[in-house]
């Protein structure tokens, strides 16, 4: 065996508090998109950064990243090390919990992430679930993002989520689903659309479906209350804000809550259509994976989740 490989074996198995360091560093850098733009997430110099990314490239014996005036790009091995880092680095701070766990502190991190726009749903408690969160647990650091309802899932099945929200819609068996708010859904249709100027006893159902209609790319309700109604989708989207902008171009058709959709109907710019034909409800659920079971963080934060909104 030659040494180099030797050297890249035994690093591979002694994986230090500087070698973590380095890969946290060397994620970030991706994350923002360079050197530059990640100078203000680490506090620290351009040129500092730039060597710790040399150091690893060096003790890792691999080139990681293209930097320099033509800007930041990965390289190959760059993009399958990123993947990997993330994989430990997840370990790392699942290991971390753990070990507060065993002694009883409530530190670490919480992953979180869901699919609906739901701060200005007024059933949602979200804000306040994680108000009361942190006042029983200052020291845990809450991640919150929002994913597609099928990313969701994977993710909590896969541990890269702890706890997920999304709607009740044919559920995994790998998953345990914990319902907690709901939200009205509307067909609406835009100011430039010819259905705008119409009143909904001068529309006909049957004709709804020769106009375009936009919706939900992912196994969910959406998609199938589309099917349902025969309409032909033009266009597909993975989130609400994008379905939003496509039914105010007045080119199609689509559903939104109709909390998000308020703003716009008060501005003239949306109004449902046949509402009592076409409306529908959708109920959404914390998701944790059933094995194995949730952190002890995982379930106060679902514990809090659920009493928030009356569940528990």
Same mark, same amino acid.
């Given at each position: 065996?030659?040494?180099?490989?030797?050297?890249?074996?035994?690093?591979?198995?002694?994986?230090?508090?500087?070698?973590?360091?380095?890969?946290?560093?060397?994620?970030?850098?991706?994350?923002?998109?360079?050197?530059?733009?990640?100078?203000?997430?680490?506090?620290?110099?351009?040129?500092?950064?730039?060597?710790?990314?040399?150091?690893?490239?060096?003790? &890792?014996?691999?080139?990681?990243?293209?930097?320099?005036?033509?800007?930041?790009?990965?390289?190959?091995?760059?993009?399958?090390?990123?993947?990997?880092?993330?994989?430990?680095?997840?370990?790392?701070?699942?290991?971390?919990?753990?070990?507060?766990?065993?002694?009883?502190?409530?530190?670490?991190?919480? +992953?979180?992430?869901?699919?609906?726009?739901?701060?200005?749903?007024?059933?949602?408690?979200?804000?306040?679930?994680?108000?009361?969160?942190?006042?029983?647990?200052?020291?845990?650091?809450?991640?919150?993002?929002?994913?597609?309802?099928?990313?969701?899932?994977?993710?909590?099945?896969?541990?890269?989520?702890?706890?997920?929200?999304?709607?009740?819609?044919?559920?995994?068996?790998?998953?345990?689903?914990?319902?907690?708010?709901?939200?009205?859904?509307?067909?609406?249709?835009?100011?430039?659309?010819?259905?705008?100027?119409?009143?909904?006893?001068? @529309?006909?159902?049957?004709?709804?479906?020769?106009?375009?209609?936009?919706?939900?790319?992912?196994?969910?309700?959406?998609?199938?209350?589309?099917?349902? &109604?025969?309409?032909? +989708?033009?266009?597909?989207?993975?989130?609400?804000?994008?379905?939003?902008?496509?039914?105010?171009?007045?080119?199609?058709?689509?559903?939104?809550?109709?909390?998000?959709?308020?703003?716009?109907?008060?501005?003239?710019? @949306?109004?449902?259509?046949?509402?009592?034909?076409?409306?529908?409800?959708? +109920?959404?659920?914390?998701?944790?994976?059933?094995?194995?079971?949730?952190?002890?963080?995982?379930?106060?934060?679902?514990?809090?989740?659920?009493?928030?909104?009356?569940?528990?």
């Amino acid at each position: 065996m030659s040494n180099a490989k030797m050297q890249r074996e035994i690093l591979a198995t002694r994986i230090g508090d500087t070698d973590i360091r380095l890969l946290r560093i060397f994620k970030t850098v991706v994350e923002s998109g360079g050197l530059s733009a990640a100078e203000i997430e680490l506090n620290i110099g351009k040129s500092t950064i730039s060597k710790h990314l040399s150091d690893l490239e060096l003790r &890792l014996e691999l080139k990681l990243c293209n930097r320099g005036p033509s800007g930041f790009s990965l390289t190959e091995d760059g993009e399958k090390v990123l993947r990997a880092a993330e994989d430990l680095l997840i370990s790392v701070s699942q290991f971390r919990t753990e070990v507060n766990e065993i002694k009883e502190r409530m530190a670490g991190t919480i +992953r979180v992430a869901l699919f609906d726009q739901c701060t200005s749903n007024p059933e949602a408690r979200l804000a306040s679930a994680i108000h009361k969160f942190n006042e029983a647990a200052p020291a845990v650091q809450i991640e919150l993002s929002l994913e597609p309802p099928n990313v969701i899932e994977t993710m909590v099945i896969s541990g890269h989520l702890d706890i997920g929200i999304i709607a009740l819609h044919r559920p995994s068996a790998s998953l345990h689903y914990a319902p907690i708010y709901g939200e009205n859904m509307f067909l609406y249709c835009g100011q430039e659309h010819p259905l705008f100027g119409l009143s909904n006893t001068e @529309m006909n159902s049957t004709d709804l479906r020769k106009f375009n209609y936009a919706g939900l790319s992912v196994n969910s309700p959406n998609l199938i209350v589309g099917q349902q &109604l025969g309409f032909r +989708r033009a266009a597909k989207v993975q989130n609400e804000q994008a379905l939003a902008i496509l039914i105010l171009s007045g080119r199609y058709l689509g559903f939104l809550p109709d909390h998000l959709a308020q703003e716009f109907v008060d501005g003239g710019l @949306m109004k449902k259509v046949k509402p009592e034909e076409t409306q529908y409800r959708t +109920r959404f659920a914390a998701v944790t994976r059933k094995q194995p079971a949730p952190t002890r963080v995982a379930k106060l934060f679902l514990s809090v989740l659920l009493k928030e909104h009356g569940a528990s």
